[in-house]
């Protein structure tokens, strides 16, 4: 099996030296490594230039996003699985052996994801993404357990919809299976969630296996993500509508999208309010309905309709208020 490492990059100078030295420094070398320079404006394509022959260093002369630059890796690999990775991630030197020891044992994989860690701001979570999964998900995905992985014995599409362990940087996919369901989608482009409807797509109709240890990496930091979870939670309701609407595969599980959005925009609701954006506030109450509009969201929506600057002031107060209600609840607790 070969494996082509493809490496969108943007601006990431500061980063890319250690996530190729990573990927140089595998067991199981890559078959190629591929830098798809989508237009850096920085150092990073002289970074990845000093790495001479050892990589393939491509560039677009024009930001097309980080869906398109993958999409052109892909197009020139020559690998029967690409093996994905971001600018600032880091695989262990495990990291392919042990995908390629998984697919050796269980050869109709067509998709591998791998346990992750998330570094922000130079601090290692306590816990890695699988180990953070909901109670039952492996089981109810129909977990197998070999000694070199796991293998699901049911499709797992329709449990991420509420939580997806899969992340580019942890995912192998073959080339068999890109050509069948198409590349990244240029059209999510901007959405914090961009690589989740590719994903979909594959999990619709892939085999999956997955390794349980975490052998990757994520590093997070002020230039890759982004703290505020209210917007974050708005781009996921509007990846999860795409979804819906273009996805037929995805019929089974409408009523399961459904509530998640109608949750995520309720959570996105209260959140702008904690913010005090109340023209966010008021474009979410837009599409959510009476029945879920509890006596506390009707509050937040009244103080929102406000005019300014008593909006301002009546949030601070609802605020205040509501704090103090939860600190005398803590107390008689």
């Not at 943007?10 to 140089?24: C, F, I, Q, S």
Request: net charge neutral.
């Amino acid at each position: 099996m070969k494996f082509s490492a493809v490496i969108p990059l943007y601006n990431g100078g500061p980063t890319l030296g250690a996530t190729l030295d990573a990927v140089l420094a595998q067991h199981h070398p890559a078959h190629e490594i591929i830098v798809v320079d989508d237009a850096s404006t920085d150092q990073g394509p002289a970074i990845a230039a000093r790495y001479g022959d050892r990589i393939k260093l491509m560039r677009r002369e024009q930001n097309a996003g980080v869906q398109m630059a993958r999409n052109f890796g892909v197009e020139h690999a020559s690998g029967d699985w690409i093996a994905f990775c971001d600018q600032d991630d880091l695989w262990s030197p495990e990291y392919l052996s042990r995908n390629a020891a998984l697919l050796a044992a269980v050869p109709d994989l067509e998709l591998i994801f791998t346990n992750f860690q998330r570094l922000i701001d130079g601090k290692l979570e306590d816990r890695s993404k699988f180990a953070q999964a909901p109670s039952g998900f492996w089981e109810q995905a129909g977990r197998r357990v070999l000694p070199e992985g796991w293998v699901f014995e049911r499709p797992i599409a329709g449990l991420t919809f509420g939580w997806h362990p899969v992340f580019p940087s942890a995912t192998i996919v073959s080339r068999r299976l890109i050509d069948a369901v198409g590349g990244f989608n240029p059209a999510m482009r901007g959405l914090r969630p961009e690589d989740g409807e590719f994903t979909l797509r594959c999990l619709y109709r892939a085999k999956v296996g997955a390794i349980p240890d975490p052998e990757v990496t994520i590093r997070r930091h002020a230039t890759n993500f982004s703290r505020d979870q209210v917007m974050t939670l708005v781009d996921e309701v509007a990846a999860l509508q795409f979804v819906r609407a273009h996805h037929e595969e995805a019929r089974q599980f409408w009523p399961v999208i459904d509530a998640e959005i109608r949750q995520r925009r309720i959570l996105a609701a209260h959140g702008a309010f904690a913010q005090g954006n109340h023209k966010l506030l008021r474009q979410l109450l837009s599409d959510i309905g009476p029945v879920d509009r509890n006596g506390i969201l009707r509050a937040k929506a009244m103080v929102a309709s406000l005019p300014a600057p008593l909006d301002g002031w009546a949030n601070t107060g609802l605020q205040g208020l509501s704090g103090a209600l939860r600190n005398l609840l803590r107390l008689r607790r």
